[in-house]
T-cell receptor, first 111, second 112 residues
């Protein structure tokens, strides 16, 4: 079982919609969490870190639920340019701290 | 500001050939790693290093070797290429406990 699990989608939404992805993690010692974005045939790039108190960056909001062991990413007012694959990462306290990725969730925003 | 540089960007190999994928970073990161990405499989960790002279295996290490003689470089060697190694390979470096990883542009490898 992978340390992080994601629904691969695709999530197909119209422009302007709000969409949310979840990512569950199996190791309760996981300490740090991140969301990455990957465009087709490109390298992944950091989208945002996920803090215990949650954090917001413009239209993007990330939340951490330690009790249920999942993180979430909410995208408001979706744009065509948001179409991409979104990858979650968890790092384990006392582990290697090498990022281990979920399989990614594909988002397609259509006109 | 080069970041993480991978070479080559594309490569075609014949079964049984060997080659080295190069990865260099100029951010003085201690942590470096290699991933392969196949359709529907996400990024799978091949090998990683937490400092010069220290390497360890990831999820899918078979058929690959690594070494880390300097902080900057982390080459990945394919010993005897097989069609199952056809994939996109990404090298990454990170701050370690902070975990934010920076990726190279990838190497698209085809083994025929």
């Amino acid at each position: 079982r992978k340390e992080v699990e994601q629904d691969p989608g695709p999530f197909n939404v119209p422009e302007g919609a709000t969409v949310a992805f979840n990512c569950t993690y199996s190791n309760s010692a996981s300490q740090s969490f991140f969301w990455y974005r990957q465009d087709c045939r490109k390298e992944p790039k950091l989208l945002m870190s996920v803090y215990s108190s949650g954090n917001e960056d413009g239209r993007f909001t990330a939340q951490l639920n330690r009790a249920s062991q999942y993180i979430s990413l909410l995208i408001r007012d979706s744009k065509l340019s948001d179409s991409a694959t979104y990858l979650c990462v968890g790092l384990v306290r006392g582990g290697s701290y090498i990022p281990t990725f979920g399989r990614g969730t594909s988002l397609i925003v259509h006109p | 500001n080069a970041g993480v540089t991978q070479t080559p960007k594309f490569q075609v190999l014949k079964t049984g050939q060997s080659m080295t994928l190069q990865c260099a970073q100029d951010m003085n990161h201690e942590y470096m790693s290699w991933y392969r990405q196949d359709p529907g499989m996400g990024l799978r960790l091949i090998h990683y290093s937490v400092g010069a002279g220290i390497t360890d295996q990831g999820e899918v290490p078979n058929g690959y070797n690594v070494s880390r003689s300097t902080t900057e470089d982390f080459p990945l060697r394919l010993l005897s290429a097989a069609p199952s190694q056809t994939s996109v390979y990404f090298c990454a470096s990170s701050y370690g406990t902070r975990g934010e990883a920076f990726f190279g542009q990838g190497t698209r490898l085809t083994v025929v």
